[in-house]
């Protein structure tokens, strides 16, 4: 299961899916540490990118996490927000480290962005429940995204054949 690092979500993965793989979106990571360095270096561009290349490509992509988050707990500031950013950052880190593993991942075949589940779901639900002048109960938006899936899956008319069966 793929998600941004947010609580809620692990919560319902928990729950619906006991024993499934947690991985944090690699995009949503990297953005952590973009706000960081903006945070960090306000107004200087090229410091941001330096300090961000630095970290993510030495310790986020590489899943060393503990010693990213170690990095940024020993950052010199003395401005209260950046030392807050600083905090907050750090502790999202290290709480989702084991959902970051992002090597790991890779050599298992598993996916650690969801742009391609992102763009699935503007296929799939966007461009048929967002029609302009289109509202739906959650009643109805759940029947047609359910027969949306079985056309796009090619079993459209076993659903209906299915249906007359019953």
Not at 131 to 145: C, E, H, K, L, Y
Request: aromatic residues 10%.
């Amino acid at each position: 299961m793929i998600g941004d690092g947010a609580e809620w979500i692990w919560n319902l993965a928990d729950l619906h899916f006991p024993g499934a793989i947690q991985i944090v979106d690699l995009y949503h990571a990297r953005q952590h540490l973009w706000e960081l360095a903006r945070k960090l270096y306000p107004n200087d561009a090229a410091k941001q990118k330096a300090w961000m290349k630095k970290h993510q490509r030495r310790l986020l992509d590489k899943g060393k996490i503990e010693k990213l988050a170690l990095t940024l707990r020993s950052i010199d500031a003395t401005h209260p927000e950046v030392i807050e950013k600083i905090r907050i950052e750090t502790n999202y880190f290290e709480r989702n480290a084991e959902r970051m593993r992002y090597p790991k991942f890779r050599r298992q075949h598993l996916f650690v962005g969801s742009g391609v589940i992102e763009a699935g779901c503007k296929t799939v639900i966007g461009s048929r429940l967002k029609q302009s002048g289109m509202f739906w109960t959650v009643r109805g938006a759940n029947a047609i995204v359910a027969l949306r899936c079985c056309h796009l899956n090619g079993q459209f008319e076993d659903y209906w054949e299915g249906r007359r069966a019953a």
